[in-house]
T-cell receptor, first 113, second 113 residues
């Protein structure tokens, strides 16, 4: 497996502001993903973070709301823009060490007031 | 796109009993099916996975079976212990490339001693 870290681990934000979440891996990985887990719910894929090109977003998620960067094979950021209380959730990055097996970061708990 | 249904949503067993969680998927192109265990306040942890060229896989007290024709797969936990209590998620690969995952809604397993 890999060591995956996320910053911040948690945050409380005011509506209308933006928060950037960082995901760092201790080894180079081909695939990185961002998921959202609302309280008591399952994981929903937001996007695939592609190195050197634009992220691939799932239905219901748009780049203006969730811009993603992937500057290299060990790092990615997810920004939650113009936040509302509905964005309160846990945001998790995951990495695929081979083509399929995915491991998750510890998550970022976001509360929007 | 892929859709994953998971049943039951909650499952209570006595210590030592077996537990079975079932999932169905919609996209016949999916070829990778992992199971994750998530304890309260922690990240999802991969516990076992299976690929479409295999019908069954076992790891100590945990086993997964796959029926490609019926498009369903199941998690079997034998000799359950209180530490098995958690939320279990099944998932299926989003496409044949076996990359991004689509998750079921989760099963809360409670093992009482």
């Amino acid at each position: 497996s890999a060591v995956i870290s996320q910053k911040p681990s948690r945050d409380i934000c005011q509506r209308g502001t933006s928060l950037t979440i960082q995901c760092q891996v201790d080894s180079q990985v081909t695939m990185m993903f961002w998921y959202r887990q609302q309280p008591g719910q399952s994981l929903t894929l937001i996007a695939t973070a592609n190195q050197g090109s634009e992220a691939t977003y799932e239905s219901g998620f748009v780049i203006d709301k969730f811009p993603i960067s992937r500057p290299n094979l060990t790092f990615s950021t997810l920004t939650v823009s113009n936040m509302s209380p509905e964005d309160s959730s846990i945001y998790l990055c995951s990495v695929a060490l081979n083509q399929e097996t995915q491991y998750f970061g510890p998550g970022t708990r976001l509360l929007v007031l | 796109g892929e859709n994953v249904e998971q049943h039951p949503s909650t499952l209570s067993v006595q210590e030592g009993d077996s537990a079975v969680i079932k999932c169905t998927y919609s996209d016949s192109a999916s070829n990778y099916f992992p199971w994750y265990k998530q304890e309260l306040g922690k990240r999802p942890q991969l516990i076992i996975d299976i690929r479409s060229n295999v019908g069954e896989k076992k790891d100590q007290r945990i086993a997964v079976t796959l029926n490609k024709t019926a498009k369903h797969f199941s998690l079997h936990i034998t000799e359950t212990q209180p530490e098995d209590s958690a939320v279990y998620f099944c998932a299926a690969s989003k496409d044949q490339a076996g990359t991004a995952l689509i998750f079921g809604k989760g099963t809360t397993l409670s093992v009482s001693s």
